[in-house]
């Protein structure tokens, strides 16, 4: 585990010398100190970062050239498959076989990205028709410049992966601030792209607080893009710290996402659906379906086998063979739970499973996965999100109902239905007002598809050809080709 940060190509140690505590969320034991950046040290990145773009380099080089340190950064990462899940456990509390199947992940958006490097040299230039034939005109890609990317703690390395890789396919250079509860794997990172022989300066990471690196990101006037993903009051924050220099942004923030189920649907699919819709990572999931309306028809039927199921999740240290639900990620994630799941029950609501510590867990930040029924629908159980593994349940009659309770909501980050009938699935897939929909399933989530939100769940788009337009700028190169003189302030007698 490191004590320092990587800031242009080396290690250094954050020049007020100052670090943080690494908490197990498991055993609550105190496992490390992280080197807590200031604005000091993200100056020193940022400088070197623009150095990077700016002077040495990076950008100049062709997408071919780029995929090769974007391609040896997932064999690394491979390389280091099983150190670096054990790892996230360890920082994060997730189940081993999940951290195994994020560190893949984020392997795999290294390469995924290499290959569109490769392609913006072979297709870099876009003509376009003019319709005055004395110009010719052409739309050519460029990186925005140095990116400042901020991430939450729920997929520590995953999310580093979504921000680096396309900001160094594009082009760009990038400082990177990890959560202050999960900085362990990102700080690997730099090591592996260090031993990728990535340029100094390309890649530069700042561990430390939100309040103070994090802030120190936003407000640098050599920063020309920032990346965000975390809570919508931090993404308004980096709203307003860009619009003072109109740096670029994108923004992946909260969601409350519905899951509609129709009658026609079986019972135990769905079942598995809802469960991996809300239980996976302790249900802190941005896209987690914590809203499930199901038809009438099946409603008693689906209830009682979700409770049946939901009571015999394996809960326990992320590390144990069998456990398929960890601890939450900190005692304050897991007092706001608590909190909220109270204030459902003050509300109303009916605690239909779960909704304590599961016996025999006296230390760790453990939860039961929690299903609630009878949720008020002006209540904040209902309407915000939780960010922990609890989900509210309601019967619902008609499709028209259906869409309109699903799309009662200021988010708009994912939506997820299930039904036979392929053509209401596609009409209600239609109708949601959501970034990603998913059709007979709840999560799945693929490096080639664009993610992001509609309404107060984000602004852009991540992943796929999209990610990389986030940190791509659009130049238009028009040529007058006429023989012609202009002639409008010097008459053509004149030339004559
Ligand atoms: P958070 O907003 O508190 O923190 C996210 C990051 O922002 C952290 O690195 C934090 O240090 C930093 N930060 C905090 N204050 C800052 C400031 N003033 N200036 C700059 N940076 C600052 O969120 P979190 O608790 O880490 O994550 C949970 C939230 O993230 C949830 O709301 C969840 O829905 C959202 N999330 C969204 C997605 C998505 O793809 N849309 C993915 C994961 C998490």
Known sequence: MRTELYIDGQWVKPLKGGSFEVVNPATEEVIHHAPSGTAEDVDVA????????????????????????????ADGIRARQQELARLE?????????????????????????????????????????????????????EPIGV?????????????????????????CTIVLKPAELTSLT??????????????????????????????????????????????????????????????????????????????????????????????????QVCSATSRVLVQQGIYDRLLARLIEE????????????????????????HGQVVAAIDAARAA??????????????????????????????DSDAWREEIFGPVVCIRPFSTEGEAIALANDSRFGLAAAVMSKDDARAERVAAAFRAGIVWINCSQPTFTEAPWGGYKESGIGRELGRWGLDNYLETKQITKYVSGDPWGWYIKSAVHA
């Open 186 to 283: 990102a700080l690997e990172l730099g090591a592996i792209a260090d031993e990728a022989k990535l340029p100094p300066g390309v890649l530069n990471i700042v561990t430390g607080p939100g309040s103070v690196a994090g802030q120190a990101i936003i407000d640098h006037k050599g920063v020309d893009k920032l990346a965000f993903t975390g809570s919508g009051p931090v993404g308004s924050k980096i709203m307003a710290a860009a619009s003072r220099d109109i740096k670029r942004i994108s923004l992946e923030l909260g969601g409350k996402s519905p899951f509609v189920v129709f009658d026609d649907a079986d019972v135990e699919q769905a079942v598995e659906w809802i469960m991996f819709g809300i239980f996976w990572n302790q249900g």
């Open 348 to 377: 109303g609501a009916t605690i239909a499973a779960g909704g304590r510590r599961p016996k025999g867990f006296d230390k760790g930040f453990y939860l039961e996965p929690t299903i609630l029924t009878d949720v008020p629908l």
């Open 310 to 333: 939901t009571q015999r999740i394996t809960i326990g240290n992320g590390l144990d063979d069998g456990v398929l639900l960890g601890p939450l990620v900190s005692k304050r994630q």
């Open 147 to 171: 990116a400042g990317a901020i991430i939450p703690w729920n997929y520590p390395l995953l999310m580093a992966a979504w921000k680096v890789a396309p900001a160094l396919a594009a082009g």
């Open 46 to 73: 940022v400088t070197a970062a623009r150095r990077a773009f700016d002077v040495d380099g990076w950008p100049q080089k062709t997408g071919s050239q780029r995929a090769v340190y974007l391609r040896a950064i």
């Open 89 to 141: 456990v360890l920082d994060n509390g997730k189940p081993l076989p999940e951290a195994d199947w994020d560190v893949a992940d984020a392997a795999g958006c290294f390469d995924f990205y290499a290959d569109l490097a490769e392609k913006l040299d072979n297709n870099p230039e876009e003509p376009i028709a003019l319709s005055d034939s004395r110009f010719t005109s052409k739309a050519v890609k």
